[in-house]
C-alpha cells in the first residue's frame, strides 16, 4: 500500500494495476434466448427518487434546491405513476432512505401499484469517499429502513450517483442481496466477479446515455447548461430501443422524477412506452424481475 501512495500510476508493477482492475469484474454473461414469456426485449425502466437528497448530499441548505427535490415527490412521482398505471408497466424506483423518511406514503403508493423499490444510499452519498466501515453501516441502514416503510426488504441496489467503492460489491454480496444496477460493462445482465471469484451477484448494467439527468441538469451558479431539448432526447431513447429490440437485449433506462417530471418531459417518456407497445414481445418488467430471469435462463 505504501508503494502505491507514492509511486505514480505510470511507474506502477504490473500486478498492481492488475489487482486494482481485478477487484470487480464483469463475468459470465447472463443473456436468456428469450425473455418472460417468449418475449423479445426486455424494458427495464428506474427512477431514481433522489428529491430532497441531491442538495443534502453535499451539506447544501438552499431552500430553492430542495424545492425542486419536493417537486419530485408532489408532481413527479404521482405524473409517472400515472402513466406507468395506465399503460400497464411495471417499474423500479431506487429511492435513498432519507428519501422514503422524508415521503413514506409515496414509497407505499409505489408498493401498492406493483412496483419495486430499490437501495440507493442513505442521503444519496458518495461510496468513494466514505470510510469502509461507514459505506457498510450506511447500506445496511438504508436496506432495514427501506422495508420498515415499504413492508417488503428491498433486493436490489444502485448506488447514489453509480458511485462504486473497492468495498462496495463486498457489502452487498454480504448483505445477499440479488442484483446491483450501477456498472457499465454490458448491455446484458452479467455476473459480478470480486478479486476473480464468482459472487452470485447479477449486475443489471446502466449507462449515461439511458439517463435523463445528463441531458437536462442545469445549475445556476455554475457552468452546466445542456438543456437537450426533448425531441432530441427522445430520438437518443428509441434509438437505444430499437437496437435492444433487434439484439433481443434489455432496454435499461434510468429517470429522474425531479428531472423527467415536468410537463415537457414527461412526454418522452410518454411516447416511448406508447411507442415500444407498439411492438410484438416487448416484457416491460422490474429490475429485481429481469435480473432473476437473466440468471435463471442465461444460456
Ligand atoms: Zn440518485
Not at 125 to 151: F, V, Y
Not at 233 to 259: C, N, S
Request: with cysteine; net charge negative; hydrophobic share 40%.
Amino acid at each position: 500500500m505504501k508503494n502505491e501512495s507514492t509511486l505514480q500510476p505510470w511507474q506502477w508493477q504490473d500486478e498492481q494495476w492488475r489487482r486494482l482492475v481485478g477487484r470487480v469484474r464483469a463475468g459470465r454473461p447472463l443473456r436468456p434466448p428469450s425473455w418472460q414469456g417468449g418475449a423479445r426485449c426486455a424494458v427495464a425502466l428506474s427512477f431514481d427518487s433522489d428529491h430532497d437528497t441531491n442538495e443534502l448530499r453535499d451539506g447544501g441548505q438552499s431552500i430553492g434546491r430542495m424545492s425542486q427535490g419536493q417537486y419530485g415527490n408532489r408532481q413527479g412521482v404521482p405524473r409517472i405513476l400515472a402513466m406507468l398505471k395506465s399503460a400497464n408497466v411495471k417499474a423500479t424506483f431506487f429511492v435513498p432512505a432519507v428519501s422514503a423518511l422524508l415521503y413514506p406514503d409515496e414509497q407505499r403508493r409505489v408498493i401498492a401499484e406493483c412496483h419495486e423499490v430499490g437501495i440507493h444510499g442513505w442521503i444519496h452519498e458518495r461510496n468513494s469517499e466514505l470510510p469502509a466501515e461507514a459505506e457498510r453501516e450506511l447500506q445496511m441502514r438504508s436496506a432495514d429502513t427501506l422495508e420498515k416503510i415499504c413492508g417488503v426488504r428491498p433486493v436490489g441496489i444502485r448506488t447514489p450517483s453509480w458511485d462504486f467503492s473497492p468495498q462496495t460489491l463486498a457489502i452487498t454480496k454480504e448483505m445477499g442481496l440479488e442484483y446491483d444496477s450501477s456498472l457499465m460493462a454490458d448491455v446484458d445482465c452479467y455476473e459480478l466477479v470480486m478479486d476473480g471469484a464468482d459472487t452470485g451477484v447479477v449486475e443489471l448494467p446502466v449507462e449515461w446515455i439511458r439517463d435523463d439527468a445528463v441531458y437536462f441538469n442545469m445549475n445556476r451558479f455554475a457552468a452546466l447548461r445542456p438543456y437537450t431539448p426533448p425531441a432530441d432526447v427522445y430520438d437518443i431513447f428509441k434509438r437505444e430501443f430499437d437496437a435492444a429490440y433487434r439484439e433481443r437485449g434489455i432496454f435499461q433506462l434510468t429517470m429522474h422524477p425531479h428531472v423527467i417530471g415536468y410537463r415537457s418531459r414527461i412526454w418522452i417518456l410518454e411516447e416511448l412506452i406508447r411507442y415500444m407497445r407498439g411492438h410484438e414481445g416487448v416484457w416491460f418488467a422490474t429490475h429485481a424481475d429481469i435480473a432473476r430471469y437473466a440468471k435463471a435462463h442465461a444460456g
